[in-house]
């Protein structure tokens, strides 16, 4: 009776009929929903970043600072953005090979590079802040500890960051092992 009722269910539910172009715009990769959301994240950093470095000398009492705190902050920023604009470029068109897997392992090497610099200019920009405010201030006891749970906070999020493209990374190494398995597995 059990397989009577999961028939008369099966023929019940719609087919859910999909046009070309519905069909289309779904197997584009560029649609996918993680390469979204990573695409839409590099844009709110990147204009959060110009309006912070647009702001922060009169906010933030730039004069005050020494000359390489600034320029190490607006470097860092700058190269920050720079990197990030790259791996958007990269995301934006995934696909770079003479078939699926060979794609996949192309994507995976830029992803590979673009992590490096991700990692790296994250940890500078990071320097570069905790250095500029930091930079004019009379240390004590107290603000050494301050300083110090700075810095780990800041390695406790690289190292997160790092964490999280790694895994992004092993999930195309997963689909590049499907590759290897024979067919019907």
Known sequence: MELDKLKSTWDQSSTGKKSQNELLIMTKVKNHPTIKKMKLKFLI?????????ALYYD?????????????????????????????????????NGDNLKQSLLNFQSKLKQITIGIVLTSFLFGCAVISFFSSSIDFTKEKYTAFAFMLFSLILLVYLSSRNWNKRISKIKTNLKEFESPVGQ
């Open 45 to 53: 950093e990147a204009i959060l970043l110009v309006v912070f470095i």
């Open 59 to 95: 906010g933030f009492d730039g004069e005050t600072k020494p000359l390489w705190a600034n320029v190490l902050l607006i470097g860092a920023t700058s190269l920050y953005i720079f990197v990030r604009f790259v791996g958007w470029l990269v995301l934006r068109n995934p696909i």
